[in-house]
């Protein structure tokens, strides 16, 4: 009886030895898992942030490359009366 419950503690022992190994490669492959996520998430990131940079650069130069009037009162009294008071 005592050489069949070694037997057992030996398999338990095999057993559990196994799980460990399972569950360490198996947080292995999630930690790789969760690098690559990382990856793609900054390189999305970094391309969301150049195309915003493009867009504003365009809009800047079309902003600046448009001639605004300067006074669009040139020759007129500009000066603004003060409201009324009621």
Same mark, same amino acid.
């Given at each position: 009886? &005592?050489? @069949?419950?070694?037997?057992?503690?030996?398999?338990l022992?095999?057993?559990?030895? @196994?799980?460990?190994? $399972?569950?360490?490669? /198996?947080?292995?492959? &999630?930690?790789?898992?969760?690098?690559?996520l990382? *990856?793609?998430?900054?390189?999305s990131? @970094?391309?969301?942030?150049?195309?915003?940079? /493009?867009?504003?650069n365009? $809009? *800047?130069?079309?902003c600046?490359? $448009?001639?605004?009037? /300067?006074? $669009?009162?040139e020759? /007129?009294?500009?000066?603004?009366?003060?409201?009324p008071?009621?």
């Amino acid at each position: 009886m &005592l050489l @069949d419950f070694k037997e057992r503690v030996v398999n338990l022992e095999e057993s559990i030895g @196994d799980v460990k190994e $399972t569950v360490s490669g /198996r947080t292995t492959e &999630l930690d790789s898992r969760e690098e690559q996520l990382k *990856e793609v998430v900054l390189e999305s990131l @970094d391309s969301n942030v150049e195309e915003m940079q /493009r867009m504003f650069n365009s $809009t *800047e130069k079309k902003c600046y490359s $448009t001639e605004f009037p /300067r006074n $669009t009162y040139e020759g /007129r009294h500009t000066q603004l009366a003060a409201p009324p008071y009621y």
